[in-house]
Every structure is written in C-alpha cells, then in structure tokens.
C-alpha cells in the first residue's frame, strides 16, 4: 500500500448509481482509496444523496451559471484540485469538456459508456444496438480524449443480446456491469497492476493492445 491513501473525484449528472458502486467498493476496501468528493453539474443528481449518506463532500458546479464551457471546466478544475486527485471519474456526467480539462487531467481522467466502443459513440446506445440486431453488447471503460467517446479502452464488459431484450431490458443489464466493471477498472489503476502513461495502458508491466474484457464473471485478457 502506498504511504497516502490515494484520492478520487467522482462527476455526476445523474442518478449516480456507478457512483454507488464506488462508494461501495471503497467500503469494502476493493478500491483501496478515499473519496474525497463528488460534483454534479446538477443540484437534483440522486447520486448527491447517495454521496452525502457516505459521508462523501459534495459540490453543485451548475453549468448554467457559466458563460463559456472554458469557465464552467476552470470552475471544475479548481474545485478538483483541491482533491489532488490520483483519479477523476467521469461518472454519468453529461457535459463535454474542453481540452483544456482534458489535458489538465491527462492519465488520469476515466469515463464510462453504455457500449462496446468504437460501436455506438454517444447516445441512444441500446437502441441502437437492438436497431442493428447486434448479437452482443457492453459497457466500456475508457481514457478520456478529445474526441468523444474515444479514449484508450481499459475494460469492457460484454453480454449477449437476447431475442426478448427490450431497450429497458438491455439498459438494466447492461447497468448491472457497468457496477461490476467500473470499481474494478478503479481498483486495478489504484493497486498499481494497470498503468497509464502518454494515454497508454499497461497491464501486469505489459503493453495492453486489447482492452481487458469482463465476461461470464471472469476478467480476461484478449
Ligand atoms: C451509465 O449508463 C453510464 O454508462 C453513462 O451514464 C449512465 C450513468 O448512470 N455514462 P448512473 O448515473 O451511474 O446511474
């Protein structure tokens, strides 16, 4: 263990239930972290509670009271900050950031998608997967780039699509590994055995090509 407990900072938008998969997980010492706040753009953002009934700090930066994304991003990056967080996680937040924000946080800012990535970048991700009679789908762990949706991959999640899927089905179960493989994204950064660099992964002190793949329980290498 190092000798400071490393920090994370959790973005929100929304119901937070990812976040609760961290909260979790930091409980039973699966992260091996502190939490030391969660942010909602959004004072209505459920996962706010959730953060308050942990005991987390909590912090409302509403977009709308900022002129430019610029000032919204400088607003969130000096609040932040104050964590010196080994960790930023993008959590269900809704906001595009800058560049700027994105390089401030460079290897150390993760985001996570309702998808099997590059497949389905952006919204409507069980839609359209159904739409394409896809025979399987996810969920992805992934840096944050410029481009959306378009980081590096850590880990991803993958389930079949069953012929009774509806969208809310599909969503649920897909929902259900998004908290499996998010505290254990987190976990492996913090512990050490995955590593980035440059925007560049490293798993057990090799390259990782292929992202790491949770299926049937198991985590996997490709
Ligand atoms: C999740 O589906 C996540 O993949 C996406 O936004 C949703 C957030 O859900 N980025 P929650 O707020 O964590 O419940």
């Given at each position: 263990?190092?000798?400071?407990t490393?920090?994370?900072?959790?973005?929100?938008?929304?119901?937070?239930?990812?976040?609760?998969?961290?909260?979790?997980a930091?409980?039973?010492?699966?992260?091996?972290?502190?939490?030391?706040?969660?942010?909602?753009?959004?004072?209505?953002?459920?996962?706010?509670?959730?953060?308050?009934?942990?005991?987390?700090?909590?912090?409302?930066?509403?977009?709308?009271?900022?002129?430019?994304?610029?000032?919204?991003?400088?607003?969130?990056?000096?609040?932040?900050?104050?964590?010196?967080?080994?960790?930023?996680?993008?959590?269900?937040?809704?906001?595009?950031?800058?560049?700027?924000?994105i390089?401030?946080?460079?290897?150390?800012?993760?985001?996570?998608?309702?998808?099997?990535?590059?497949?389905?970048?952006?919204?409507?991700?069980?839609?359209?997967?159904?739409?394409?009679?896809?025979?399987?789908?996810?969920?992805?762990?992934?840096?944050?780039?410029?481009?959306?949706?378009?980081?590096?991959?850590?880990?991803?999640?993958?389930?079949?699509?069953?012929?009774?899927?509806?969208?809310?089905?599909?969503?649920?179960?897909?929902?259900?590994?998004?908290?499996?493989?998010?505290?254990?994204?987190?976990?492996?950064?913090?512990?050490?055995?995955?590593?980035?660099?440059?925007n560049?992964?490293?798993?057990?002190?090799?390259?990782?090509?292929?992202?790491?793949?949770?299926?049937?329980?198991?985590?996997?290498?490709?």
């Amino acid at each position: 263990m190092p000798i400071s407990t490393p920090s994370l900072v959790v973005l929100i938008s929304g119901s937070g239930s990812n976040l609760q998969a961290i909260i979790n997980a930091v409980k039973n010492k699966q992260i091996h972290a502190r939490l030391c706040a969660v942010i909602s753009n959004r004072a209505d953002s459920f996962g706010l509670q959730r953060a308050k009934n942990a005991g987390i700090k909590t912090f409302i930066i509403d977009h709308r009271n900022y002129h430019s994304r610029e000032n919204f991003d400088s607003a969130l990056i000096e609040r932040i900050d104050e964590c010196q967080p080994d960790l930023v996680i993008l959590a269900g937040f809704m906001r595009i950031l800058t560049t700027r924000f994105i390089q401030h946080y460079a290897d150390r800012l993760l985001n996570i998608h309702p998808s099997l990535l590059p497949k389905y970048k952006g919204l409507n991700t069980h839609k359209r997967a159904l739409e394409n009679a896809e025979t399987k789908h996810g969920a992805s762990i992934h840096l944050v780039s410029n481009e959306l949706d378009s980081g590096a991959i850590v880990l991803q999640a993958e389930i079949p699509i069953n012929s009774s899927d509806t969208q809310e089905i599909l969503a649920a179960r897909v929902l259900k590994q998004e908290h499996v493989i998010y505290p254990l994204a987190i976990a492996l950064i913090i512990d050490g055995e995955l590593t980035i660099s440059n925007n560049a992964l490293t798993y057990n002190q090799k390259p990782l090509t292929h992202p790491l793949l949770w299926q049937s329980g198991l985590l996997r290498e490709q």
